[in-house]
């Protein structure tokens, strides 16, 4: 299947609309019950990855020279000129909206189970995908080292016995 520079074009521009509703969701509204509901199911995800898999197969018919990809002596400048071509661009640009969300997704949900605050986390994700990745880790082990009981510290759960 052959695919024209418009219908590329609308498929790169929808793909980037498609994933704002839940970004902005998540950051910022991510208590509201809508959000809850809508970020526990991988249908978005699974939607990009589908888009995604699309894009893969139609760039056989649609990129020259696409059996680079596999090639073990790739040169990074080789992986450039492939990604000058439109085509290529548009299926790694849907391979990274996909596991952004997929990562901001679980980044939210484990910070709706845990309590550990995820904004500039996801806000991270969406924007420079690995930087927010790593913020949630040390958000994470930083919030799990301070909310660590203090050793013979009386309890809130316990009636204070001197009382």
């Known amino acids: ?29 991510p208590n509201a019950k809508l959000t809850r509901t809508i970020m526990a199911s991988l249908w978005p995800v699974a939607a990009l990855a589908s888009l995604y898999l699309f894009l893969f197969v139609a760039s056989f018919g649609n990129v020259e020279g696409i059996e680079a990809f596999s090639d073990p002596n790739l040169k990074l400048a080789d992986l450039a000129n492939l990604f000058a071509i439109p085509f290529v661009t548009a299926t790694g640009w849907v391979h990274y909206l996909a596991f952004d969300l997929f990562v901001g997704r679980w980044i939210y949900l484990q910070g709706q189970e845990t309590g550990v605050f995820t904004r500039h986390s996801l806000a991270l994700t969406l924007f420079a995908g690995p930087m927010g990745l790593l913020s949630h880790l040390v958000t994470t082990a930083i919030w799990q080292r301070l909310a660590k009981p203090i050793p013979n510290a009386p309890s809130m759960d316990a009636p204070d016995a001197s009382a």
Do not use: K, R
Request: charged letters at 10%.
């Open 1 to 29: 299947m052959t695919i024209d520079d418009s219908l590329l074009e609308l498929i790169f521009s929808g793909a980037n609309l498609f994933v704002l509703p839940f970004w902005t969701l998540m950051v910022l509204v």
